[in-house]
């Protein structure tokens, strides 16, 4: 019975855990779209972005602490560290393994974020890119009721909500910053040279 | 006031129920002031959100600060707006730090090209 | 016009050798005395010569401070003002005098190397100093007090003269201004304390070692002390000159053949204003007196409009390139600048929207000490100029009738 407990924990707390990196990097790429609509201001995208990402630690911490205590799944601590060095589907736990350890990367550098370069903050997070995409495959593949209804139905959730944050932040396009060359370069004097001397 | 390029969106639909107005000077000044990196903001617009009593937008969404130190009772919002900026451009620093530029006596005249003198972002 | 710093040779003989040079001016202060210079430059008055006229030994002072032997001098030669030309031209002539200078500099900071930053567009400038530094490194006499000297070209951009954008270049190759802070004395090349000083202000420093302070304070007719060099334009007789800091504006016009008496200047530059009328025209070219009138004596720049040319679009030529020259950092600075440029154009050509001159105006208000540099300061502040000295002007062109120059010079836009 405590066995049962313990896998549908993990299971769940995955499943959540997922959602919550969904909802963190939608909430990213919006922030950089700036986002904002009635009851909803711009300054929202990046608190809860934060907070959102906050609070996976707890889901993705009970994910991995009841995996790992499972005497069922026979995953020693070893299996939860190391990739491919579990005995159990080794490749997809290794997903999961690559993948915690890239969101330790980025929740690490985000709260050291004011001690760090900002050249080293931004590289890591380019991370979340990969990061996300392995959860998701991890849950896919190593998750053993993957193909439920309920567990198809998040991970389609997942999917679109990214594809669309993501959509919409390459449509937005570039933030100010990179178009300031070519709005520097945008003469209006163009027979005249603007050679005052 | 508008908002920047990427949005169209009207400032009115915040979540704003502060108003804005002249500050009190019986209210007390701490002895902290705001500043900014120019270079690295990029337009956001969470800091003029979360403090509009000192911050508005310009025409282009870039953030006017209003001199001078920060009202005590606006301590807190104030940190709240430097904590959200998501590029970390806006600060909080301490009044004589600002003002050390004043002790080396930069003239507030300009910098001219090839010039010697650098500018104290407000 | 007074010769101090154009003392010597005739101009038009070029560089003067390192041999005429010592025989002309004797030699340098020993090390010893290196160490006094600072002071001296503060009792002399001497102020810096790059535009801001911050006091050049307290400068000196506040780098020697926090060197411990590790500063660095950067003399700064990059010129990119398109309307001056002093220090290529006293660099072209008289390289020796701004070596002396940085040397100087260097040994009264505890510098460990110097940097000679040359616009790249200035090739008798960069040719003259680098011949200069060879006939230097030729000299065994010198071999004591020899400082690592390198002549590095600065890219001819605006900005690439402001003190951190120099910093940042010699650095990392960028030459755009930096964030404050620190500051190029706190941290610059290389992260040590850097002396950035424009060349003129060097060759003054060179002379004041050998002469003293009080040699240099005989010249001058205004509160402010010495002589200093301007470039002249819009005039029959245009070129650098050297003028006893206090000479007015009615004398240099006097003496360069300008063609409207009491007609509107261009003092200081693109970064500086335009001034006109009786007063400006008498008050004596003294950066201190020039300031508390709200001009600018700034790189010595006296340029005249003249009769044919039209101070609104001189004024919009002038804020396309600022705009354009603009580092592309900050948002209120691309922004800004861009569209007071575009608003500024359609007033020169004379197809202003309805708002055009009110919207320039109230930017010009919202923009100066929004940038990481100051050149939105700068554009910001011939803005206002111009909006001053030629009101009636503007206002004639917003409504479309424009003034008369103006009228000619649409065709030709």
Redesign the interface.
């Known amino acids: 019975m405590f066995n049962q407990v313990l896998w549908f924990a993990t299971r769940g707390a995955g499943a959540v855990a997922l959602l919550m990196f969904t909802a963190s990097t939608a909430l990213g790429l919006v922030t950089v779209a700036r986002f904002q609509a009635a009851g909803w201001p711009r300054f929202f995208n990046y608190e809860m972005h934060r907070r959102v990402s906050l609070l996976s630690i707890v889901f993705l911490a009970v994910h991995v602490l009841t995996a790992v205590l499972d005497p069922f799944t026979k995953l020693g601590i070893g299996a939860a560290l190391v990739p491919l060095a579990s005995t159990y589907r080794p490749v997809p736990v290794a997903l999961g393994v690559i993948a915690l350890y890239l969101f330790v990367a980025l929740i690490v550098t985000s709260i050291l974020r004011r001690h760090i370069s900002q050249g080293a903050w931004r590289a890591v997070h380019w991370v979340s890119y990969a990061m996300w995409p392995m959860a998701l495959l991890h849950g896919i593949t190593a998750g053993s009721d993957a193909f439920t209804p309920w567990m198809l139905a998040v991970d389609l959730v997942c999917m679109v909500v990214v594809a669309a944050a993501l959509s919409w932040r390459i449509a937005v396009g570039n933030p100010?910053?990179s178009r300031?060359?070519e709005?520097?370069?945008?003469?209006?004097?163009q027979?005249?040279r603007?050679?005052?001397? | 006031m508008k908002t920047s390029p990427t949005s169209q969106r009207d400032r009115g639909t915040q979540p704003n129920a502060r108003r804005p107005g002249p500050p009190d000077p019986a209210a007390g000044l701490s002895d902290l002031t705001l500043g900014i990196?120019?270079?690295?903001?990029?337009?956001y617009g969470s800091c003029a959100e979360l403090l509009p009593e000192m911050i508005e937008l310009?025409?282009?969404?870039?953030p006017?600060i209003r001199p001078g130190p920060v009202p005590t009772a606006l301590l807190g919002h104030a940190r709240m707006a430097v904590d959200t900026c998501p590029v970390l451009a806006l600060r909080l620093a301490a009044v004589a730090r600002a003002t050390m530029?004043a002790a080396?006596?930069?003239?507030a005249?300009?910098?001219?090209?090839?010039?010697?003198?650098?500018?104290?972002?407000? | 016009m007074t010769a101090r710093l154009l003392d010597g040779p005739a101009l038009a003989a070029g560089p003067e050798t390192l041999a005429a040079h010592t025989i002309r001016l004797g030699p340098l202060p020993g090390p010893g005395d290196r160490q006094a210079l600072p002071p001296m430059l503060d009792a002399a008055g001497l102020l810096?010569r790059?535009?801001?006229?911050?006091?050049v030994g307290?400068?000196w002072a506040?780098v020697a401070g926090r060197s411990e032997g590790r500063a660095i001098v950067l003399a700064?030669?990059?010129?990119?003002?398109?309307?001056?030309a002093k220090?290529r031209v006293l660099m072209s002539t008289r390289p020796h005098l701004v070596l002396d200078g940085a040397e100087l500099a260097a040994a009264a900071v505890g510098a460990e190397h110097i940097v000679i930053y040359v616009g790249s567009e200035h090739r008798a400038a960069r040719a003259a100093i680098g011949r200069a530094l060879e006939e230097r490194m030729a000299d065994m006499r010198r071999i004591a007090t020899r400082v690592p000297t390198e002549l590095v070209a600065a890219p001819p951009t605006?900005?690439?003269?402001?003190?951190?954008a120099a910093v940042h270049f010699i650095n990392e190759g960028d030459a755009r201004?930096?964030?404050?802070p620190p500051?190029p004395?706190e941290s610059g090349i290389d992260g040590r304390p850097t002396l950035?000083?424009?060349v003129e202000s060097l060759a003054h420093a060179a002379l004041i070692a050998r002469r003293g302070e009080q040699w240099y304070r005989e010249a001058g007719r205004s509160e402010t002390r010495g002589t200093a060099l301007i470039t002249i334009?819009g005039a029959p007789t245009p070129g650098v000159a050297e003028i006893e800091i206090g000479t007015t504006l009615a004398e240099v016009a006097e003496t360069a053949g300008a063609p409207v008496s009491l007609g509107p200047v261009l003092l200081?530059?693109?970064?500086g204003g335009w001034v006109a009328g009786r007063s400006a025209w008498q008050a004596p070219l003294d950066p201190q007196v020039l300031?508390r009138s709200g001009a600018?004596f700034?790189?010595g720049v006296v340029r005249f409009l003249r009769t044919d040319e039209c101070g609104v679009r001189?004024t919009a030529?002038?804020l396309?390139?600022m705009?354009?020259?603009?580092a592309?950092?900050?948002?209120?600075c691309?922004?800004?600048l861009?569209?007071i440029?575009?608003a500024a154009?359609r007033l020169a050509r004379g197809t202003a929207r309805g708002d055009d001159l009110r919207r320039v105006s109230g930017?010009s208000q919202?923009l100066a000490?929004?940038?990481?540099?100051?050149h939105p300061?700068?554009a910001v502040?011939l803005l206002r100029s111009a909006l001053r000295t030629f009101d009636d002007d503007f206002t004639a062109h917003q409504r479309g009738r424009g003034c008369v120059a103006g009228q000619r010079a649409w065709a030709?836009?």
């Open positions: 100010n910053k300031l060359p709005v520097v370069a945008a003469s209006s004097w027979a005249a603007n050679d005052y001397r | 990196d120019r270079i690295t903001c990029d337009g310009d025409d282009w969404g870039y006017i530029a080396v006596n930069v003239p005249a300009t910098v001219r090209a090839g010039g010697p003198a650098r500018a104290t972002n407000r | 810096g790059g535009g801001a006229g911050f006091p307290r400068k506040s700064n030669g990059a010129e990119g003002e398109p309307l001056s220090d605006y900005v690439a003269g402001e003190e951190s201004p930096t964030a404050t500051r004395f950035v000083q424009n334009g200081g530059g693109y970064f300031r600018a700034g790189c001189a030529l002038i396309d390139f705009a354009g020259q603009s592309a950092q900050c948002g209120p691309v922004f800004g861009r569209a440029a575009d154009a930017w919202t000490g929004r940038g990481a540099c100051r300061d700068g502040g030709a836009a």
